[in-house]
């Protein structure tokens, strides 16, 4: 089981949708960088990602990892928010039938997985119907 | 540079082996390909493996091996990326061997992943997606390459039947490599060198090797494999070929959307067309450029650090004319795609027999 630290780490963006962007080509980044990718600027400054974007892609996933066991099936899809940044998350609230490319999707802070009976609780990101 | 060749191979059946050990595999495997070459003596080893450490807890394993060869002192190294491994040990024994730095390099694939449990062994494999922002939220292999398949479909009209044809074909091939079996495990070798030996040489002519994001989420195209665009371009180049002049090719089917998406970034067929492709057979045994005339990694099986090599033994028996009943016509020019996680890593090469 990873300490708590790997975890605690990447409490701004899971929770609070906290990154950054390359002031020069404007790119915005999730997670965030140290360096743009596109213009090589270390230049970079504070932003948030837009909470509210459509969905491109998704699947069911049936054979899940040992600590999603108790949440199989659930469906998992990449979104593209309203800035451009794209992310991969769980799409909850809806039946798998309603899930469809294109869908309007928005962001909700979630409890993802528990590692055990006495581990940490993990918290994140969802997709849920706009 | 100097020209490099393939001189021998070795390679054992592969499936659960529960019986015999990593480093026994190992032995039986590179005594085969020293044979098949007429060597006994090595300058230097390079060993591909995904993920000794959490398949069978062993680390440092290229001294291991050398030990277990009976090679010590000769320079050993493993080298890693995902299930590009393989091609990537290819890589460096090829660079090795252009530069002069040494005459004859062992290079191996291998990976023991029936040491673990099933659900260690998917976190093993898992470990090549982005654990903190895929993995974190539940994504699997097969999940990832399924988010590809469905905007593949979505934008290029590709069917679940196209999809399906690539299963097909490659059981269909595979059914004739006396090598394949379904459940994973292997040993692989070969070794190369510049020296003319009684075999028909199969020469190494172009080499690419590049990289993309790991995470699928950060990629312009979800359906474009660019890393696998790239490093094809590069090998198209050094060899002076281009897809039209490739006979045969062995390419990661790691699931069968990555067949169809790494034909287009290959330029074997145009973008959004590999459905169409497979379902017309132009990639079929008999077709117009036989892709995957082993059984790819679908019906051979994929022991993840192992599978680069293969493909290179694939290319090499093709080209030298001894692949049986899946033996390409007139196979000259041969051409190998191995690629890790998602897409992240990708290495080609390209043959040529003499």
Request: contains cysteine; charged residues 25%; proline residues 4%.
């Amino acid at each position: 089981m990873p300490t708590p630290s790997r975890y605690w780490r990447e409490i701004p963006q899971r929770y609070r949708f906290e990154t950054n962007q390359c002031t020069k080509c404007k790119v915005k980044f999730f997670p965030p960088r140290l360096i743009c990718p596109e213009c090589k600027n270390q230049d970079l400054q504070k932003a948030k990602i837009e909470e509210k974007g459509k969905l491109l892609t998704y699947t069911i996933i049936r054979v899940p990892p040992h600590q999603y066991v108790d949440q199989a099936p659930y469906a998992v899809g990449i979104v593209e928010l309203d800035d451009g940044v794209k992310l991969t998350g769980q799409v909850v609230d809806c039946d798998f039938d309603d899930i469809k490319i294109g869908m309007r999707l928005k962001l909700e802070f979630r409890k993802i997985y528990q590692e055990g009976d006495s581990g940490i609780l993990c918290y994140g990101y969802k997709f849920v119907p706009e | 540079m100097r020209e490099v060749a393939v001189i021998g191979t070795g390679m054992t059946k592969w499936g659960e082996l529960w019986e015999k050990s990593l480093r026994t595999i190992f032995v039986e495997t590179a005594l085969l390909a020293l044979k098949d070459a007429g060597v006994d003596k090595i300058d230097s080893m390079y060993v591909g493996s995904m993920s000794s450490g959490l398949f069978v807890g062993q680390e440092h394993i290229a001294s291991l091996l050398a030990d277990y060869l009976g090679q010590t002192p000769v320079p050993s190294a493993r080298v890693e990326t995902a299930c590009a491994s393989g091609g990537l040990a290819f890589k460096l024994g090829f660079m090795e061997v252009a530069s002069g730095m040494s005459d004859v390099v062992l290079v191996s694939g291998i990976e023991k992943m029936t040491d673990v449990n099933g659900h260690e062994a998917t976190f093993a494999l898992g470990t090549a997606a982005d654990q903190e922002y895929e993995g974190y939220h539940g994504i699997t292999f097969p999940g990832l390459y399924a988010l590809i398949a469905m905007a593949h479909m979505e934008k290029y009209g590709t069917t679940r039947e196209q999809l399906a044809m690539v299963a097909v074909k490659n059981h269909k091939n595979g059914a004739k490599n006396p090598l394949a079996q379904f459940p994973f495990e292997i040993t692989v070798d070969m070794v190369l060198n510049s020296v003319m030996v009684a075999k028909p040489v199969v020469k190494v002519v172009g080499m690419g090797h590049a990289t993309d994001t790991i995470a699928l989420s950060s990629r312009k195209d979800i359906t474009w494999l660019e890393a696998t665009y790239q490093a094809g371009k590069r090998a198209y180049e050094m060899a002076g070929k281009k897809p039209e002049d490739i006979d045969v090719i062995e390419v990661h089917d790691c699931f069968t959307i990555a067949e169809i998406c790494v034909m287009e970034a290959l330029g074997i067929v145009e973008k959004g067309k590999g459905g169409k492709a497979v379902e017309e057979g132009l990639t079929a045994l008999e077709g117009k450029i036989p892709v995957n005339a082993s059984g790819g990694l679908k019906s051979k099986g994929h022991p993840v650090g192992a599978t680069g090599v293969a493909q290179i033994i694939e290319i090499t028996k093709q080209l030298r004319g001894e692949s049986g009943e899946r033996q390409v016509e007139n196979a000259k020019v041969g051409m190998t795609q191995n690629m890790g996680g998602s897409g992240g890593s990708a290495v080609v090469h390209i043959f040529e027999k003499e």
